[in-house]
């Protein structure tokens, strides 16, 4: 009797235990996307530069480029726009958006993914000194019909491209991605890319500015953000005799 | 064909100097990622030994992109591994011994050291993307992520390795 109340007590004890730990890290969570910058229905992940070779309409463009990292949340156009105000300019984000799409069309795409569990959306501006590149990434599962209905009215479009896998790379949720999903499931993406003059938006580079500001000095972040990655990227040597290991292992002819 | 397919498939109708070719290109990047991963030296260099026994012997021919099926077996040789860790055959985290102190910076070890207050999924993608210069589309074909999803990862971490270098 004693041990079945000492057992239970224990139980008890534990129990709470893991509360007070989901609560903590649950808290440390929120902490965590404040500091990033969470403004309204979109959260601020990084501003990056880099110096890339781009092609289109078959001419070449070199530029630096800042790579401006957001995660959006939207349900309907309008929402997605008004989203995009609070990083764009509120007037360059609507006729930026319906110059490239309708308002039905991103409808349509946004609903067909809103129709399948576990959608996410995330936008990616990158911003150069002549083009606006904006693409939005909306990520899903869902049924071939599903697919099926995208494929049949954006299969040839340019402007998307439409990714797909089966059996588990995007299953699961955003806190445990990839956690495996249902056979015969299809996960896919949808990336759209915009692409559209800087005299819409009043010259690239301010707006670059303007991103750098809104995200609390991304460029010095970008300088400090290039420094750490030049030093992540040495590699690290393996020991001499790896190579001889190996072709021992597999009875190379030296 | 890029010439490490080209080497590469040369490699598994056995041609040495095809071996020699694929080993000097990828033995670096792939023993790193696999070392920042399992954090243990000899435990990086046996998984990268067996990557490329299972690839000569397998001869994966049908292979659509060579360098990312040799990453995707060094992912999953690396998860065997860790989670046999945490399944009991618990193994110490391997600290360097006074003979890499000596050889390396303290730039290096404060590195290192940084890189281990990470997550394995946040040096993972970290390593991916720097050490072994693939994209985020071929890392998520590797380990199996959304590439939005490692985008977040990995900018948070490159955050992370900022504020722990500071």
């Given at each position: 009797m004693r041990k079945t109340k000492l057992k239970k007590t224990t139980i008890l004890l534990f129990a709470f235990l893991a509360l007070l730990y989901v609560c903590i890290a649950a808290h440390a969570d929120g902490d965590e996307i404040q500091s990033e910058g969470y403004t309204g229905g979109i959260v601020f992940i990084s501003c990056e530069r880099e110096t890339v070779t781009a092609e289109y309409q078959g001419v070449s463009y070199k530029r630096e480029i800042a790579h401006y990292t957001f995660y959006v949340q939207a349900e309907t156009s309008e929402e997605l726009k008004n989203a995009l105000a609070s990083v764009l300019e509120p007037d360059a984000t609507a006729r930026f958006v319906t110059s490239t799409f309708t308002n039905e069309e991103i409808d349509f795409l946004i609903n067909e993914i809103r129709n399948l569990a576990a959608c996410e959306s995330r936008v990616y501006i990158d911003s150069g000194e002549n083009d606006i590149l904006l693409h939005v990434e909306l990520w899903g599962k869902g049924s071939e019909e599903s697919e099926n209905v995208i494929r049949t009215k954006?299969?040839?479009?340019?402007r998307i491209e439409l990714v797909r896998t089966a059996n588990?790379?995007?299953?699961?949720?955003?806190?445990?991605?990839?956690a495996g999903g249902d056979t015969g499931t299809v996960y896919f993406a949808l990336v759209a890319a915009f692409l559209t003059a800087a005299a819409v938006f009043g010259g690239g580079a301010e707006l670059a500015k303007k991103r750098a500001a809104l995200a609390g000095g991304g460029t010095e972040d970008a300088a400090g953000a290039k420094e750490i990655k030049r030093r992540l990227s040495e590699n690290t040597s393996p020991s001499d005799t790896l190579r001889e290991r190996i072709i021992e292992k597999v009875n190379y002819k030296k | 064909m890029s010439a490490f397919e080209n080497d590469f498939f040369e490699m598994l109708a056995g041609s040495t100097e095809a071996f020699e070719n694929v080993y000097r290109e990828i033995s670096r990047p792939l023993f790193t990622y696999v070392y920042r991963i399992v954090q243990n030296k000899s435990d990086a260099e046996d998984i990268v030994q067996d990557v490329f026994v299972d690839v000569i012997r397998g001869?994966?021919?049908?292979?659509?992109?060579p360098k990312s099926y040799m990453y995707r077996i060094a992912h999953n040789k690396a998860a065997d591994l860790l989670s046999a860790r945490t399944c009991g055959e618990e193994l110490d985290e391997e600290t360097p011994d006074n003979t890499d102190v000596e050889r390396e910076s303290a730039d290096r070890i404060a590195l290192e050291a940084a890189l281990r207050r990470l997550s394995v999924k946040e040096r993972e993608v970290i390593s991916l993307h720097l050490?072994?210069?693939?994209t985020f589309r071929e890392i998520s074909g590797i380990i199996g992520e959304p590439v939005g999803t490692l985008l977040w990862r990995y900018s948070g971490a490159i955050k992370k390795m900022r504020r722990y270098l500071s």
């Amino acid at each position: 009797m004693r041990k079945t109340k000492l057992k239970k007590t224990t139980i008890l004890l534990f129990a709470f235990l893991a509360l007070l730990y989901v609560c903590i890290a649950a808290h440390a969570d929120g902490d965590e996307i404040q500091s990033e910058g969470y403004t309204g229905g979109i959260v601020f992940i990084s501003c990056e530069r880099e110096t890339v070779t781009a092609e289109y309409q078959g001419v070449s463009y070199k530029r630096e480029i800042a790579h401006y990292t957001f995660y959006v949340q939207a349900e309907t156009s309008e929402e997605l726009k008004n989203a995009l105000a609070s990083v764009l300019e509120p007037d360059a984000t609507a006729r930026f958006v319906t110059s490239t799409f309708t308002n039905e069309e991103i409808d349509f795409l946004i609903n067909e993914i809103r129709n399948l569990a576990a959608c996410e959306s995330r936008v990616y501006i990158d911003s150069g000194e002549n083009d606006i590149l904006l693409h939005v990434e909306l990520w899903g599962k869902g049924s071939e019909e599903s697919e099926n209905v995208i494929r049949t009215k954006y299969g040839n479009d340019p402007r998307i491209e439409l990714v797909r896998t089966a059996n588990g790379p995007f299953a699961g949720n955003s806190d445990n991605p990839g956690a495996g999903g249902d056979t015969g499931t299809v996960y896919f993406a949808l990336v759209a890319a915009f692409l559209t003059a800087a005299a819409v938006f009043g010259g690239g580079a301010e707006l670059a500015k303007k991103r750098a500001a809104l995200a609390g000095g991304g460029t010095e972040d970008a300088a400090g953000a290039k420094e750490i990655k030049r030093r992540l990227s040495e590699n690290t040597s393996p020991s001499d005799t790896l190579r001889e290991r190996i072709i021992e292992k597999v009875n190379y002819k030296k | 064909m890029s010439a490490f397919e080209n080497d590469f498939f040369e490699m598994l109708a056995g041609s040495t100097e095809a071996f020699e070719n694929v080993y000097r290109e990828i033995s670096r990047p792939l023993f790193t990622y696999v070392y920042r991963i399992v954090q243990n030296k000899s435990d990086a260099e046996d998984i990268v030994q067996d990557v490329f026994v299972d690839v000569i012997r397998g001869k994966p021919l049908k292979a659509r992109n060579p360098k990312s099926y040799m990453y995707r077996i060094a992912h999953n040789k690396a998860a065997d591994l860790l989670s046999a860790r945490t399944c009991g055959e618990e193994l110490d985290e391997e600290t360097p011994d006074n003979t890499d102190v000596e050889r390396e910076s303290a730039d290096r070890i404060a590195l290192e050291a940084a890189l281990r207050r990470l997550s394995v999924k946040e040096r993972e993608v970290i390593s991916l993307h720097l050490n072994s210069g693939l994209t985020f589309r071929e890392i998520s074909g590797i380990i199996g992520e959304p590439v939005g999803t490692l985008l977040w990862r990995y900018s948070g971490a490159i955050k992370k390795m900022r504020r722990y270098l500071s």
